[in-house]
């Protein structure tokens, strides 16, 4: 349909009343869906005031600009007491249906989606062509170009249309080739491999996994692609480099795209001289220890930035929060040199006058104010508001930290804004697992980080299965009267009940620690205090639940000591977790015994978003003055945690009864490698290796038990999911060959 737009202003005015009249009414003709208050809000002319053509005409415009008109006229109508203003105007129809046509590859509700026209607006051009250029973007960022789109109208009763978009759908298309042409001194591969298209590489099924490609060209990596050429470049010391294109070519026939990049790459520049200007209150020793760049090395324009920034964050750690570094870049094109200097202009020194915090919803305001390492009126410290924000983040109460500051005028002060996005805190977790002794189980807990946003940790796990239950109830404070100082209380009931015995345990465990160095560091000790019951239920029982029969209480010290370097508490994929623990039992009660246990973890970025885990752990325990060490206390691998290719528990020295009853030493460690298979949806794999025993009496590290498999990690909105199945590489005594064990989690 062509919309034929018209400004007419109508009048039926004689000569002799030419003169201004007076407007003694205004009305609205021809309008069905617009009520007549809407449009008369666009009318700037009032009754009983003088006729002013002018005006009109403004109104006539105004009036269009509204957006639902096709066209708008005006006349005036004379009487004795003076004249009537009418306005008239034509609708523009409204959409009954949006229709698609000719679309075999996306559904129509996909396609609707992108679409700016909606049905029950008013029609209107602007909507239409943007939905054209929104459906070619859609069919585009799925790897499909050269899609035409049309579209037309059909008029139905009432002033409405159906929209009828007419698609011919392009292409599967994918990056056949990348041409880079002019490289003379950095290979082809290398340049390649800085950019985020590329070339189609890998069965399709596979190209999940980040070393292989779809071949899907994304338009808006176009530029970055080009930029990341260019910094290559600058990185090598061609600091005159030129890079230019991509030209891309699509083949109609086969889908086949096309990209040629030329590059100019210029002279290779050393860096001759690097100065500084301005450089109190740091020496010049203090800057070339910040500064990168070296005087006599290929000169590196990306570590040049890299160093402004450096610089500015050095200054801004003394105070100076709007340093400006001005770098003065003189090249000698004739020997290919280049002289540095660094111009600073540190401007005065500002202070923190206010500390805002906003967007907590849920979390006391102190529970995020104790993390942040500036007070007000604090000297300004650029390192120290981002550690700040990283400290607020890794509480793990926040799905989001945005520190910013804000000048005040006039002041060297500046007022410190923090905004939180709160997460959910609260996780329901659920495992399921089988062995022979315990047989079918379910592991479930509730936890919640941030008890009614102040920041206390609550936890109750339960572990059922046909014949044994345990339940456990846990609560930490992290921070006691606002420093870093953590309590927790601990309450527990275990019982379970066998064909030879029946074994019940109550008690109780306090804690306190003390966290040093950015709380890495924590140490601190607990004090726990159990009872433990076993009654024999076997007409001949064996020798070691003989010695366990009766009621022991078991009053404990143990001062343990903790480090964390880790990124992230959730998902670590760099850093180092240790701990050592050496408990004594004995204080009061009638078991005498010690246990010490030690486990380290290291994490470490490996390549192709690998990453590399390492985990080992050994326990001793040893009973005192003739006592033995209780079954409850002593050492059961296998497991997810464990001994991945084992049942839970089910790595333990045997009666003769072939009853499981736990070693006093113990040793595993595990290795294994988690690779990214969907990135974007926090979707990993592994591949393990585990290796471990538990000991009656001694170690015995010719008698270890080894395990291998593979697993998917999934960090999902609901919570972290868990797969693992590991095979069993020398099973024996009943054991299994495969072991399949399964966790999850639910965020609420």
């Given at each position: 349909?062509?919309?034929?737009?018209?400004?007419?202003?109508?009048?039926?005015?004689?000569?002799?009343?030419?003169?201004?009249?007076?407007?003694?009414?205004?009305?609205?003709?021809?309008?069905?869906?617009?009520?007549?208050?809407?449009?008369?809000?666009?009318?700037?002319?009032?009754?009983?005031?003088?006729?002013?053509?002018?005006?009109?005409?403004?109104?006539?415009?105004?009036?269009?600009?509204?957006?639902?008109?096709?066209?708008?006229?005006?006349?005036v109508t004379n009487t004795s007491n003076g004249v009537i203003l009418t306005f008239n105007v034509k609708e523009k129809p409204a959409i009954r249906f949006v229709k698609f046509k000719g679309n075999k590859m996306f559904k129509d509700e996909e396609l609707y989606k992108v679409c700016k026209v909606k049905e029950y607006q008013i029609l209107s051009k602007k909507n239409l062509q943007e939905s054209i250029s929104a459906i070619v973007g859609f069919y585009a960022s799925k790897g499909i170009y050269l899609t035409n789109v049309s579209y037309k109208l059909e008029p139905v009763a009432g002033n409405r249309v159906d929209i009828v978009f007419d698609i011919r759908e392009g292409k599967k298309t994918f990056v056949h080739k990348i041409n880079i042409i002019g490289n003379k001194h950095i290979k082809t591969s290398e340049i390649l491999d800085v950019m985020k298209n590329h070339e189609k590489y890998g069965p399709y099924i596979l190209t999940f996994l980040p070393w292989f490609y779809t071949g899907k060209l994304n338009p808006q990596d176009l530029d970055s692609d080009i930029q990341a050429i260019r910094d290559l470049y600058l990185s090598k010391g061609y600091a005159d480099v030129k890079v230019n294109g991509p030209t891309v070519n699509i083949e109609p026939d086969t889908g086949y795209i096309d990209m040629d990049i030329s590059i100019d790459e210029g002279a290779q520049y050393t860096l001759k001289s690097l100065k500084y200007e301005h450089i109190e209150p740091y020496t010049l020793k203090d800057l070339e220890k910040i500064v990168k760049l070296?005087?006599?090395?290929?000169?590196?324009?990306?570590?040049?930035?890299?160093?402004?920034?450096?610089?500015?964050?050095?200054?801004?750690?003394?105070?100076?929060?709007?340093?400006?570094?001005?770098?003065i870049?003189?090249?000698?094109?004739?020997?290919?040199?280049?002289?540095?200097?660094?111009?600073?202009?540190?401007?005065?020194?500002?202070?923190?006058?206010?500390?805002?915090?906003?967007?907590?919803?849920?979390t006391w305001d102190n529970v995020i104010r104790r993390e942040i390492r500036l007070n007000q009126g604090s000297l300004y410290s650029e390192s120290k508001i981002q550690e700040s924000r990283e400290k607020i983040y890794n509480t793990d109460y926040f799905d989001n930290v945005k520190i910013s500051t804000e000048r005040i005028p006039g002041k060297d002060e500046v007022n410190m804004k923090v905004n939180v996005k709160e997460k959910m805190t609260g996780m329901l977790s659920l495992g399921v697992g089988y062995s022979s002794y315990y047989k079918v189980g379910v592991m479930g807990s509730i936890t919640q980080r941030n008890l009614f946003g102040s920041g206390v940790y609550g936890k109750f796990y339960a572990n059922l299965s046909a014949n044994s239950h345990l339940f456990d109830i846990s609560l930490v404070n992290p921070w006691v009267d606002n420093k870093p100082i953590s309590v927790g209380?601990?309450?527990?009931?275990?019982?379970?009940?066998?064909?030879?015995?029946?074994?019940?345990t109550y008690g109780f465990k306090f804690t306190v620690a003390k966290r040093f160095y950015d709380d890495q560091l924590s140490v601190g000790a607990s004090y726990s205090l159990s009872q433990n019951k076993i009654d024999i239920t076997a007409g001949t029982p064996s020798y070691y639940l003989q010695q366990e029969a009766g009621t022991t209480t078991e009053s404990t010290i143990t001062p343990f000591i903790k480090w964390s370097s880790v990124n992230n508490t959730i998902f670590p994929t760099k850093g180092t977790i240790a701990s050592s623990s050496l408990g004594f039992t004995g204080f009061g009660g009638n078991a005498r015994y010690v246990k010490w246990d030690n486990t380290v973890e290291y994490f470490h970025p490996i390549f192709w978003g690998m990453i590399g885990h390492l985990k080992g752990s050994i326990g001793f325990a040893k009973g005192i003055?003739?006592?033995?060490?209780?079954?409850?206390?002593?050492?059961?691998?296998?497991?997810?945690?464990?001994?991945?290719?084992?049942?839970?528990?089910?790595?333990?020295?045997?009666?003769?009864?072939?009853?499981?009853?736990?070693?006093?030493?113990?040793?595993?460690?595990?290795?294994?490698?988690?690779?990214p298979l969907v990135e974007a949806l926090k979707l990993y794999g592994d591949a393990f290796f585990d290796i471990g025993n538990s000991w009656l009496y001694s170690y015995d590290f010719g008698d270890l038990k080894k395990d291998v498999g593979v697993g998917i990690k999934w960090i999902s909105p609901l919570g972290p999911i868990r797969v693992e199945v590991g095979k069993n590489l020398a099973p024996k005594n009943g054991e299994k060959s495969y072991v399949f064990q399964f966790s999850m989690g639910a965020l609420f």
């Open positions: 349909m062509k919309t034929i737009v018209s400004f007419l202003f109508i009048f039926f005015l004689l000569l002799n009343f030419a003169y201004a009249q007076n407007i003694v009414e205004i009305n609205v003709e021809g309008n069905v869906r617009i009520d007549k208050p809407t449009i008369l809000s666009a009318v700037k002319e009032k009754t009983n005031t003088s006729l002013d053509i002018k005006a009109v005409n403004e109104d006539i415009k105004n009036i269009y600009n509204l957006g639902f008109f096709e066209t708008v006229t005006a006349k070296k005087v006599g090395k290929t000169f590196n324009g990306v570590q040049l930035r890299k160093d402004i920034g450096d610089l500015t964050t050095a200054y801004a750690d003394k105070g100076y929060a709007f340093c400006d570094i001005n770098p870049v003189t090249l000698d094109r004739q020997n290919h040199t280049v002289d540095v200097t660094f111009d600073i202009n540190k401007g005065n020194k500002v202070y923190i006058h206010r500390i805002e915090i906003t967007g907590n919803d849920k209380l601990d309450l527990y009931n275990m019982e379970y009940y066998g064909w030879d015995y029946n074994q019940k003055g003739g006592k033995g060490v209780p079954l409850a206390d002593r050492y059961f691998l296998g497991g997810i945690d464990s001994l991945r290719g084992f049942d839970y528990g089910t790595v333990s020295p045997t009666d003769q009864y072939g009853n499981y009853i736990g070693g006093t030493r113990d040793a595993y460690a595990q290795a294994e490698t988690i690779f």
